[in-house]
């Protein structure tokens, strides 16, 4: 495994960058882009997702748009490179049912290669779309503007405890985001600390936690390069990724819930009930409030040890109401083999997302996965259902208890993939916190 620390491009005004960074592209709709858009004239969003135009041909349109953006910025030192080679070190404070919480990574230049060689593993399938989009961008841009997300290994935090020594030093970016999350990034260029650092990841298998898109696209460039000028190695052979260490308290997994667009909330209900599945009330003023929403997870992940499958479901716009919806272990069992059959192995089978996506949409409801962009929003947390529901945004939701950054292993592990979109690990890495430009970086 290839790790390398790089000369980072950075905003030049690293105090507060809070109006100028945002999230990935991939969790930003339509209104959230425009919101960044209009934030700053510099948010990096005009880099990452420009708005398409009505003339737009091959000559003229979103993606040459960001790069000669791009230049300009660099030009009039709006972003700088940093004088020093470094690995960097990326802290996230934040807030989580009511409990405070910092998660640690390090920011370097992991190699592409070792997503084909088996070192970095995957768990989720993913979509051209995306993939053609974010290769037209890379190619305009030459730099990755945000980091792919890995996790690795290491019950004695032994990366983690670097972080020890820096926390009391002035950052050299900081943010605070809407959601009062507190953003700080750290360089490490002493070479001792990082031939410590090369020397404990060098060797990790590293999961993607969130990032399968811009992976993939970094490696299918990293080919198309190597066609162009042979075995020659180059600055496109690595990408930008935050390595995280799954053992640590500070990384929480949080699920991607399933709210239903009318009018297919109005079918699941009874469509459960005519298939065996259990379903039982639960309070629905308690999903208002944060304790009822902790007391939600912890009934969701104890039914799932006890009985193998657990989620709620949030019905009825006129009479809202909550239920907490089961199956006895034959039934799970017998659904398990039927997903098993269709070509997936038990570690992903037996998965709460995968019955709901595979038996219940697939299945009950013939709704195949390019189909499901159509009739279905994917959302963090649970204290928004009653509200979309309220609204007639949807007129039903399907709330799932979280996933383990053990179970992503344990999925990779077997070289097995989850559906899109089963696994939100929060917060989010904010895109253009730092770059990797091709030209500059190496």
Same mark, same amino acid.
């Given at each position: 495994m290839s790790i390398e620390?790089?000369?980072?491009?950075? !905003?030049?005004?690293?105090?507060?960058?809070?109006? *100028?960074? /945002?999230?990935? !592209?991939? $969790?930003?709709?339509q209104r959230l882009r425009d919101a960044y858009l209009k934030k700053h004239p510099n948010n990096i969003v005009h880099l990452d997702l420009q708005p398409e135009l009505p003339n737009d041909d091959e000559r003229s349109n979103r993606y040459t748009r960001a790069k000669a953006l791009y230049s300009s910025w660099l030009s009039e030192s709006i972003l700088s490179v940093l004088p020093r080679k470094s690995f960097y070190i990326y802290t996230q404070s934040y807030q989580l049912d009511n409990v405070q919480f910092t998660r640690i990574g390090v920011v370097a230049l992991v190699?592409? =290669?070792?997503?084909?060689?088996?070192a970095i593993l995957p768990h989720e399938r993913t979509f051209e779309g995306p993939k053609e989009d974010r290769l037209k961008l890379l190619s305009a841009l030459q730099a990755? *503007?945000?980091?792919?997300?890995? *996790? !690795?290994?290491?019950? %004695? %935090?032994? $990366?983690d405890n670097l972080y020890s020594g820096l926390s009391d030093k002035d950052p050299i970016a900081f943010a605070k985001d809407e959601e009062n999350i507190i953003h700080k990034l750290y360089s490490i260029d002493d070479a001792s600390a990082q031939d410590t650092i090369k020397e404990l990841l060098s060797s990790k298998v590293l999961y993607i936690a969130d990032g399968h898109h811009r992976l993939e696209t970094a490696y299918n460039y990293s080919r198309i390069m190597r066609k162009k000028y042979g075995d020659k190695k180059g600055p496109y052979d690595y990408t930008l990724a935050f390595l995280c260490n799954m053992h640590q308290p500070g990384?929480?997994?949080? /699920? !991607?819930? #399933?709210?239903?667009?009318?009018?297919?909330?109005? #079918?699941?209900?009874?469509?459960?009930?005519?298939?065996?599945? %259990?379903? =039982?009330?639960?309070? $629905?003023? #308690? *999903?208002?409030? #944060? %304790?009822?929403?902790?007391?939600?997870? $912890?009934?969701?992940?104890?039914?799932k040890k006890e009985q193998g499958f657990a989620l709620a479901l949030v019905s009825q716009k006129d009479n809202p109401r909550v239920e907490l919806v089961t199956l006895k272990k034959p039934l799970f069992t017998e659904i398990v083999k039927g997903i098993e059959n269709k070509g997936f192995k038990e570690c992903v089978a037996k998965l709460d997302v995968t019955v709901v996506d595979k038996y219940i949409f697939d299945d009950l409801l013939g709704i195949e996965d390019a189909k499901k962009k159509d009739v279905l929003m994917y959302e963090k947390g649970y204290i928004s259902a009653l509200d979309e529901l309220r609204s007639g945004r949807i007129d039903g939701a399907i709330l799932l208890a979280p996933l383990s950054p053990l179970d992503v292993a344990e999925v990779s592990d077997e070289n097995e993939r989850m559906p899109q979109k089963s696994t939100y690990f929060y917060p989010k890495l904010l895109t253009g916190l730092i770059i990797y430009d091709y030209e500059r970086s190496i």
């Open positions: 620390p790089f000369y980072g491009v950075l !905003y030049d005004n690293k105090k507060d960058l809070g109006k *100028l960074l /945002a999230p990935p !592209y991939d $969790v930003l709709t190699g592409v =290669q070792s997503f084909q060689d088996g990755h *503007l945000s980091q792919v997300f890995l *996790l !690795y290994k290491d019950p %004695n %935090n032994l $990366v990384l929480s997994v949080m /699920a !991607y819930n #399933r709210y239903l667009i009318p009018p297919l909330g109005s #079918r699941i209900r009874n469509l459960l009930i005519e298939h065996g599945f %259990n379903l =039982q009330e639960y309070p $629905v003023d #308690r *999903l208002s409030s #944060r %304790n009822g929403i902790k007391d939600l997870k $912890v009934i969701l992940n104890s039914l």
